[in-house]
T-cell receptor, first 111, second 115 residues
Framework: GESVGLHLPTLSVQEGDNSIINCAYS??????FIWYKQESGKGPQFIID?????DKRQGQRVTVLLNKTVKHLSLQIAATQPGDSAVYFC??????????FGKGTTLSVSS | EPEVTQTPSHQVTQMGQEVILRCVPI?????FYWYRQILGQKVEFLVS????????KSEIFDDQFSVERPDGSNFTLKIRSTKLEDSAMYFC?????????????FGDGTRLSIL
């Protein structure tokens, strides 16, 4: 089955820096990947997704990179702001099956 | 922006009792899900629901659990004979369309505390 893991449980950055959160997955058949942000007391909030036929996708201040060769996924946040402080989860699935979540990375942004 | 809403936000129940957690998915969404998150751990899939039937369920989703869409807007998770280890955050999610790869949008969860 699929397993998804975050590389670092915590990441501390200064306001204005770029943040990179990394994730690895095990199932080479996974074809859909998604990043969520979870603030305290809230549910996971959709940030950005990417399908396996793409290597990169950009949103507003966020970029997701997918390296299928090494089964690695990353989320880049440009000009990190205090409001970006949260727990970030990556998740993956195959052909519409259940999303498998990794353990979160807690991003702390200091001003 | 449309959102998934869940009630109650916090449910406290005696062990052995039954609980029903309620969700109102986003109105044009066709796929519905329940997940749980034990404190400090990752989000775990419980069940997905489409066209009025379960489409997939995890090992966690045993006979103690059931889901129902009693009307056109609500989606419920029932937990019978609750146990202490059922204490967790329970999240409902929904996604649109028939495509398998659509982002799932989550509610803010129900915190279930079993005493």
């Amino acid at each position: 089955g699929e397993s998804v893991g975050l590389h670092l449980p915590t990441l501390s950055v200064q306001e204005g820096d770029n943040s990179i959160i990394n994730c690895a997955y095990s199932n080479s058949a996974s074809d859909y990947f998604i990043w969520y942000k979870q603030e305290s007391g809230k549910g996971p909030q959709f940030i950005i997704d990417i399908r396996s036929n793409m290597d990169k996708r950009q949103g507003q201040r966020v970029t997701v990179l997918l390296n299928k060769t090494v089964k690695h996924l990353s989320l880049q946040i440009a000009a990190t702001q205090p409001g970006d402080s949260a727990v970030y989860f990556c998740a993956a699935n195959q052909a519409g099956t259940a999303l498998i979540f990794g353990k979160g990375t807690t991003l702390s942004v200091s001003s | 922006e449309p959102e998934v809403t869940q009630t109650p936000s916090h449910q406290v129940t005696q062990m052995g009792q039954e609980v029903i957690l309620r969700c109102v998915p986003i109105s044009n969404h066709l796929y519905f899900y329940w997940y749980r998150q034990i404190l400090g751990q990752k989000v775990e899939f419980l069940v997905s629901f489409y066209n009025n039937e379960i489409s997939e369920k995890s090992e966690i989703f045993d006979d103690q659990f059931s889901v129902e869409r009693p009307d056109g807007s609500n989606f419920t998770l029932k937990i019978r004979s609750t146990k202490l280890e059922d204490s967790a955050m329970y999240f409902c999610a929904s996604s649109e369309g028939l495509s398998s790869n659509q982002p799932q949008h989550f509610g803010d969860g129900t915190r279930l505390s079993i005493l």
